[in-house]
């Protein structure tokens, strides 16, 4: 069998496909270990049900095997249109849901997050749907002003960033919660399940600062690297287009996070708002810029 | 797939539609020059010399200023299409005309102009005195260097004997600031010349 | 102020002092300016404060200069108002600008006493032990046979190898590790002000234009070549680097089959220039590729079609001949513009139509169905009259002043032609003549010199080195203390203290205990845990 490009775009489709299978498999086995979990809470701590863990255990496995499929389709894709497979919409928003993926299961590593899953999950599987079915773009070449090495830097580090955000926004998400049950509960008012089931808030809490300390010199990188190709294609390093306007936003919602951190009172829940504005932020960069804002990013194409 | 050469296209315009509302003015819509010339006149000590100026003309032949040494020489820079040129052409024309018995010449800079347009510009306003074509007048702009008016068509410089910037008139001239501007840039020569 | 715990402002220099009351106000206003929460508050503002220039059109923004107008024409009552609160200027409005000026007032008082904190902290030794250590993080103790000194001089040497400040002080050793940390912060908040530094000296000094160049075209890099022009405050105008160039060709080329047909796949500028009064050279100025001559850059930013017309009037003289820029209107390059002959005679003459590169004609009328010239044609109507171009009022080379014009007619109905290249449009009552010779190709330039952007660039990747340091750096301290043991022998105590919200590594304090006791593990530790 010849692989052509034709051959290796439809590989890349079949992959991305089997990968949404996958996670929509996925996702039900971290639902139902959620529900399990949940049903499982008591009052003190969650204490892990053992078919509850089993159906989690499941879920991860198969998480793995959707982000290997998510990744097989990225690298079919890349070969497809011989570069970097994040030149139009469609395929940042495939690379940024393999980050997501990716950075999830590596901090599902070293810290008991696994009632992150089904967010993330979810997350990337609307990314995903979202691609094949609105943004979609045949592979092909990449318009002249796109063909730069600083594409492979400047989006790279954006998508990382991206991804570690992402799994940031979900633990400061859940931190919300947790912690809000926690007060309810030293108050004696009536308790959430759900939040009952969550990990510690302080654990939360400290998975969320170390994404988001992990994830800002590289989102800062990337918007440095973003000024250096500006410069390179437009004659400035900064102008003020839409996608540098909320590239800049985000990353000063996520400074005042890290600054209201270290701010007596503002600790915790005040600062998790900044964190989670700084993700809307990236949002609305990553879509609402490039669907409603005509800029000179624009021909990032749908 | 058209949105994505339909936003380069869109983008081409719209740095082609500021291109509209300053191409036709970069000399006149920015400020006084408008509708009058600004006046520079350069002391004796302060004038620096203008590099050699060579081009084609539009009738052919080639111009080079070192021909013109120890004369007093007028640049303007002009172009058909700019409408304050036309306003001043008659003025041009008529100074050109009184300042030749003093050994005065009239060179002018065609610039973002065509050859035919020019011409037929030189036709309708009677303009005898040659002119540098826009082909080649980008060295000459270049020449003048740091003495070049900064904004542009029209203008008109006043070289002096000794091939040094003596004056300039940004935006278009009057006949009585010309007039004036030449005759004492000539006169003022008088005493060493005789 | 990136995250850490080393006291705030607000919490060392509290208490009032004897400073008169009139000081009272002012370092009361000082204090709270400079506290972090201020700083949370001015960080929050300016990014709310930067989302209105995404949203509204701005003057001054590259992908659409016309948008500001655009936006007026279409909200005539509301835009003045917008404009009023610099709503189409947001990023050099007096709002924007104030928070940000704040900002780094606040951040620079906080950062200055802060470099002086950490200056006296790098001179001085790490402090005492608490003199409980049981409450520190990790804290362990056991007791040895071991003499004290020697237990001492083991914990030193280990620390001092792990890259720990170290003193030894009576009995105890205390070491601090992460100055670095403290650095990098440092590093990032002042490198922000060398960042606007660098941005001020390029809108100072720099200058910024634009010059659409039809091929064949020349251009000298003097102002009045320029489209659009726009200088700084301090800009050399008479000083512009001396060169001039000529666009020889624009080469474009479209993807023809597949997916994504009509999409360009070049753009290729071949200009040979001339630097001074140098050599001419040839070079390709293609997206991303300027050309730079000592740093003044060229950018090919955007194209069009540039028909090569020739007009000849009523006596048949040639009064017009060249290439006439026409602006795109749509991806597939339908374009629009006008030719003027302000000289033809007897009466002047002007044209104004369409330009489509592969034309076509559908029910809504002439379109072109693709980029490329393949089948290119002039749409174009006449007129007669006066251009209005004597009485020395400034106009566009896009637009034509009808006022004084009258459109050629044909039996009432205004006189249009489709030409295709080498036709001719013969105006009734031989009032003139156009050819269509042949199509041309005009390239955009940005052209920017920037002389601040080095020193914002190195700005930048000071940042960048500042904040990784700042956020994964781990400042924490270590404390050994031996004390004479009840039975004879030595009593050892171990702990560690983080000053950084993260917890320091968690082997560190492990290797410490396994330095000074040996590989060997007694089961007796005894180890506690933190209260």
Same mark, same amino acid.
């Given at each position: 069998?010849?692989?052509?490009?034709?051959?290796?775009?439809?590989?890349?489709?079949?992959?991305?496909?089997?990968?949404?299978?996958?996670?929509?498999?996925?996702?039900?086995?971290?639902?139902?270990?959620?529900?399990?979990?949940?049903?499982?809470?008591?009052?003190?701590?969650?204490?892990?049900?053992?078919?509850?863990?089993?159906?989690?255990?499941?879920?991860?496995?198969?998480?793995?095997?959707?982000?290997?499929?998510?990744?097989?389709?990225?690298?079919?894709?890349?070969?497809?249109?011989?570069?970097?497979?994040? !030149?139009?919409?469609?395929?940042?928003?495939?690379?940024?849901?393999?980050?997501?993926?990716?950075?999830?299961?590596?901090?599902?590593?070293?810290?008991?997050?696994?009632?992150?899953?089904?967010?993330?999950?979810?997350?990337?599987?609307?990314?995903?749907?979202?691609?094949?079915?609105?943004?979609?773009?045949?592979?092909?070449?990449?318009?002249?002003?796109?063909?730069?090495?600083?594409?492979?830097?400047?989006?790279?580090?954006?998508?990382?960033?991206?991804?570690?955000?992402?799994?940031?926004?979900?633990?400061?998400?859940?931190?919300?919660?947790?912690?809000?049950?926690?007060?309810?509960?030293?108050?004696?008012?009536?308790?959430?399940?759900?939040?009952?089931?969550?990990?510690?808030?302080?654990?939360?809490?400290?998975?969320?600062?170390?994404?988001?300390?992990?994830?800002?010199?590289?989102?800062?990188?990337?918007?440095?690297?973003?000024?250096?190709?500006?410069?390179?294609?437009?004659?400035?390093?900064?102008?003020?287009?839409?996608?540098?306007?909320?590239?800049?936003?985000?990353?000063?919602?996520?400074?005042?996070?890290?600054?209201?951190?270290?701010?007596?009172?503002?600790? !915790?829940?005040?600062?998790?708002?900044?964190?989670?504005?700084?993700?809307?932020?990236?949002?609305?960069?990553?879509?609402?810029?490039?669907?409603?804002?005509? !800029?000179?990013?624009?021909?990032?194409?749908? | 797939?058209?949105?994505?050469?339909?936003?380069?296209?869109?983008?081409?315009?719209?740095?082609?539609?500021?291109?509209?509302?300053?191409?036709?003015?970069?000399?006149?819509?920015?400020?006084?020059?408008?509708?009058?010339?600004?006046?520079?006149?350069?002391?004796?000590?302060?004038?620096?010399?203008?590099?050699?100026?060579?081009?084609?003309?539009?009738?052919?032949?080639?111009?080079?200023?070192?021909?013109?040494?120890?004369?007093?020489?007028?640049?303007?820079?002009?172009?058909?299409?700019?409408?304050?040129?036309?306003?001043?052409?008659?003025?041009?024309?008529?100074?050109?005309?009184?300042?030749?018995?003093?050994?005065?010449?009239?060179?002018?800079?065609?610039?973002?102009?065509?050859?035919?347009?020019?011409?037929?510009?030189?036709?309708?306003?009677?303009?005898?005195?040659?002119?540098?074509?826009?082909?080649?007048?980008?060295?000459?702009?270049?020449?003048?260097?740091?003495?070049?008016?900064?904004?542009?068509?029209?203008?008109?410089?006043?070289?002096?004997?000794?091939?040094?910037?003596?004056?300039?008139?940004?935006?278009?001239?009057?006949?009585?600031?010309?007039?004036?501007?030449?005759?004492?840039?000539?006169?003022?020569?008088?005493?060493?010349?005789? | 102020?990136?995250?850490?715990?080393?006291?705030?402002?607000?919490?060392?220099?509290? =208490?009032?002092?004897?400073?008169?009351? $009139?000081?009272?106000?002012?370092?009361?206003?000082?204090?709270?300016?400079?506290?972090?929460?201020?700083?949370?508050?001015?960080?929050?503002?300016?990014?709310?404060?930067?989302?209105?220039? $995404?949203?509204? @059109?701005?003057?001054?923004?590259?992908?659409?200069?016309?948008?500001?107008?655009?936006?007026?024409?279409?909200?005539?009552?509301?835009?003045?108002?917008?404009?009023?609160?610099?709503?189409?200027?947001?990023?050099?409005?007096?709002?924007?600008?104030?928070?940000?000026?704040?900002?780094?007032?606040?951040?620079?008082?906080?950062?200055?006493?802060?470099?002086?904190?950490?200056?006296?902290?790098?001179?001085?030794?790490? #402090?005492?032990?608490?003199?409980?250590?049981?409450?520190?993080?990790?804290?362990?103790?056991?007791?040895?046979?071991?003499?004290?000194?020697?237990?001492?001089?083991?914990?030193?040497?280990?620390?001092?190898?792990?890259?720990?400040?170290?003193?030894?002080?009576?009995?105890?050793?205390?070491?601090?590790?992460?100055?670095?940390?403290?650095?990098?912060?440092?590093?990032?908040?002042?490198?922000?002000?060398?960042?606007?530094?660098?941005?001020?000296? =390029?809108?100072?000094?720099?200058?910024? =234009?634009?010059?659409?160049?039809?091929? =064949?075209?020349?251009?000298?890099?003097?102002?009045?070549?320029?489209?659009?022009?726009?200088?700084?405050?301090?800009?050399?105008?008479?000083?512009?680097?001396?060169?001039?160039?000529?666009?020889?060709?624009?080469?474009?080329?479209?993807?023809?089959?597949?997916?994504?047909?009509?999409?360009?796949?070049?753009?290729?500028?071949?200009?040979?220039?001339?630097?001074?009064?140098?050599?001419?050279?040839?070079?390709?100025?293609?997206?991303?590729?300027?050309?730079?001559?000592?740093?003044?850059?060229?950018?090919?930013?955007?194209?069009?079609?540039?028909?090569?017309?020739?007009?000849?009037?009523?006596?048949?003289?040639?009064?017009?001949?060249?290439?006439?820029?026409?602006?795109?209107?749509?991806?597939?390059?339908?374009?629009?513009?006008?030719?003027?002959?302000?000289?033809?005679?007897?009466?002047?003459?002007?044209?104004?139509?369409?330009?489509?590169?592969?034309?076509?004609?559908?029910?809504?009328?002439?379109?072109?169905?693709?980029?490329?010239?393949?089948?290119?044609?002039?749409?174009?109507?006449?007129?007669?009259?006066?251009?209005?171009?004597?009485?020395?009022?400034?106009?566009?080379?896009?637009?034509?002043?009808?006022?004084?014009?009258?459109?050629?007619?044909?039996?009432?109905?205004?006189?249009?032609?489709?030409?295709?290249?080498?036709?001719?449009?013969?105006?009734?009552?031989?009032?003139?003549?156009?050819?269509?010779?042949?199509? $041309?190709?005009?390239?955009?330039?940005?052209?920017?010199?920037?002389?601040?952007?080095?020193?914002?660039?190195?700005?930048?990747?000071?940042?960048?080195?500042?904040?990784?340091? $700042?956020?994964?750096?781990?400042?924490?301290?270590?404390?050994?203390?031996?004390?004479?043991?009840?039975?004879?022998?030595?009593?050892?105590?171990?702990?560690?203290?983080?000053?950084?919200?993260?917890? #320091? #590594? @968690?082997?560190?304090?492990?290797?410490?205990?396994?330095?000074?006791?040996? @590989?060997?593990?007694?089961?007796?530790?005894?180890?506690?845990? #933190?209260?």
């Amino acid at each position: 069998m010849i692989f052509n490009e034709q051959t290796w775009a439809e590989l890349s489709n079949g992959f991305v496909y089997s990968a949404i299978a996958v996670y929509a498999l996925a996702m039900l086995m971290y639902a139902a270990e959620t529900a399990g979990r949940v049903a499982g809470a008591d009052t003190v701590a969650a204490r892990p049900h053992a078919r509850s863990a089993l159906l989690g255990a499941f879920g991860t496995s198969l998480t793995v095997l959707a982000f290997l499929l998510n990744l097989g389709g990225v690298v079919a894709r890349g070969l497809a249109a011989s570069r970097v497979p994040w !030149g139009n919409m469609y395929e940042f928003v495939l690379v940024c849901a393999l980050a997501a993926g990716g950075a999830y299961l590596a901090f599902l590593s070293k810290r008991p997050i696994r009632a992150f899953g089904v967010w993330i999950v979810a997350i990337v599987l609307l990314a995903l749907g979202l691609a094949v079915t609105v943004l979609y773009a045949p592979a092909g070449e990449l318009v002249p002003v796109l063909n730069s090495y600083w594409l492979v830097i400047h989006v790279a580090a954006a998508i990382v960033g991206g991804g570690v955000f992402t799994v940031g926004a979900v633990a400061t998400g859940l931190f919300l919660v947790r912690r809000r049950q926690e007060r309810r509960m030293s108050a004696g008012v009536a308790r959430d399940r759900y939040a009952a089931s969550l990990p510690a808030a302080q654990t939360l809490e400290q998975v969320a600062h170390t994404a988001h300390i992990f994830a800002f010199p590289i989102w800062t990188f990337a918007v440095i690297a973003g000024a250096i190709w500006a410069e390179n294609s437009w004659g400035r390093y900064w102008g003020w287009d839409p996608k540098e306007t909320w590239a800049f936003i985000t990353w000063v919602f996520y400074a005042a996070y890290l600054h209201a951190q270290s701010t007596a009172g503002w600790r !915790g829940v005040r600062a998790s708002w900044f964190a989670l504005a700084g993700y809307a932020a990236f949002l609305f960069n990553f879509f609402g810029v490039n669907l409603w804002i005509t !800029g000179l990013h624009s021909y990032a194409g749908v | 797939m058209s949105s994505r050469t339909g936003a380069w296209a869109r983008r081409t315009a719209g740095l082609a539609v500021l291109v509209v509302a300053l191409t036709a003015c970069t000399a006149d819509r920015g400020g006084p020059t408008a509708t009058d010339g600004v006046v520079e006149v350069i002391a004796d000590e302060d004038r620096a010399p203008v590099k050699p100026i060579k081009g084609e003309l539009l009738d052919g032949k080639r111009f080079d200023s070192s021909a013109l040494a120890g004369q007093v020489v007028v640049y303007n820079v002009w172009g058909s299409w700019c409408a304050p040129c036309r306003t001043e052409a008659p003025t041009l024309k008529q100074v050109s005309e009184e300042s030749e018995s003093l050994g005065v010449r009239f060179v002018g800079i065609n610039v973002r102009d065509n050859d035919a347009a020019a011409r037929a510009f030189e036709d309708s306003y009677g303009i005898e005195y040659p002119s540098i074509t826009t082909g080649t007048s980008g060295q000459a702009l270049l020449a003048f260097g740091a003495a070049l008016p900064p904004s542009a068509v029209p203008s008109t410089m006043v070289v002096d004997t000794q091939g040094r910037l003596a004056a300039r008139i940004i935006g278009p001239a009057d006949y009585t600031t010309l007039s004036t501007l030449v005759s004492d840039v000539v006169e003022e020569q008088e005493p060493s010349d005789d | 102020m990136t995250e850490t715990e080393i006291a705030k402002p607000e919490e060392t220099s509290a =208490g009032r002092t004897s400073t008169p009351p $009139s000081w009272g106000w002012l370092r009361w206003v000082w204090r709270n300016l400079t506290s972090m929460r201020t700083a949370v508050i001015l960080l929050a503002l300016l990014a709310l404060a930067a989302i209105p220039g $995404s949203l509204f @059109p701005q003057r001054n923004v590259a992908s659409d200069p016309a948008a500001v107008m655009q936006y007026t024409q279409d909200h005539p009552r509301l835009a003045p108002w917008l404009d009023r609160l610099g709503m189409f200027d947001v990023y050099a409005s007096p709002w924007f600008a104030a928070v940000y000026v704040l900002l780094l007032v606040s951040m620079t008082g906080c950062v200055l006493p802060r470099s002086r904190r950490l200056w006296q902290s790098v001179r001085s030794a790490p #402090p005492a032990a608490p003199r409980n250590l049981a409450r520190m993080e990790d804290h362990q103790s056991w007791e040895t046979a071991d003499e004290p000194a020697q237990v001492l001089a083991t914990a030193t040497a280990h620390l001092r190898r792990k890259r720990f400040r170290v003193v030894t002080e009576g009995n105890e050793v205390r070491a601090e590790r992460g100055y670095l940390r403290e650095v990098g912060n440092l590093a990032f908040h002042l490198s922000l002000l060398a960042l606007l530094v660098g941005i001020a000296a =390029g809108k100072l000094i720099g200058f910024e =234009g634009r010059v659409a160049i039809a091929e =064949g075209g020349t251009f000298a890099n003097d102002r009045s070549q320029y489209d659009a022009f726009t200088p700084s405050a301090w800009t050399d105008i008479d000083d512009l680097e001396p060169l001039s160039f000529r666009l020889e060709e624009f080469d474009v080329s479209y993807q023809t089959s597949g997916p994504n047909l009509g999409q360009p796949s070049e753009f290729a500028a071949r200009v040979a220039y001339r630097s001074g009064s140098g050599e001419e050279r040839s070079t390709t100025v293609k997206p991303n590729h300027p050309l730079n001559v000592n740093e003044t850059k060229f950018f090919l930013t955007g194209n069009g079609y540039a028909p090569l017309v020739t007009v000849r009037d009523g006596r048949g003289e040639v009064v017009f001949t060249g290439p006439v820029l026409f602006l795109p209107l749509d991806g597939n390059y339908a374009s629009d513009g006008v030719i003027k002959a302000p000289d033809a005679q007897p009466t002047q003459l002007a044209f104004e139509g369409l330009f489509l590169p592969t034309a076509d004609v559908g029910p809504q009328g002439p379109y072109s169905r693709f980029p490329d010239a393949l089948d290119p044609q002039l749409f174009l109507t006449a007129y007669t009259g006066d251009l209005g171009l004597g009485d020395g009022v400034p106009q566009s080379v896009f637009t034509l002043d009808k006022d004084q014009l009258t459109q050629v007619k044909v039996d009432g109905q205004p006189f249009s032609q489709a030409l295709s290249v080498g036709e001719t449009m013969r105006l009734p009552g031989g009032q003139g003549t156009l050819t269509f010779d042949g199509v $041309s190709r005009f390239a955009n330039f940005q052209v920017a010199y920037d002389p601040g952007k080095e020193i914002t660039l190195v700005a930048a990747i000071v940042m960048l080195m500042g904040l990784t340091a $700042s956020l994964g750096i781990r400042r924490r301290r270590i404390w050994v203390r031996v004390t004479p043991a009840d039975g004879g022998g030595s009593r050892i105590e171990v702990a560690g203290y983080s000053l950084t919200r993260r917890e #320091p #590594p @968690p082997a560190e304090i492990a290797d410490l205990v396994t330095a000074i006791r040996g @590989p060997v593990i007694d089961a007796s530790t005894s180890k506690d845990s #933190p209260a």
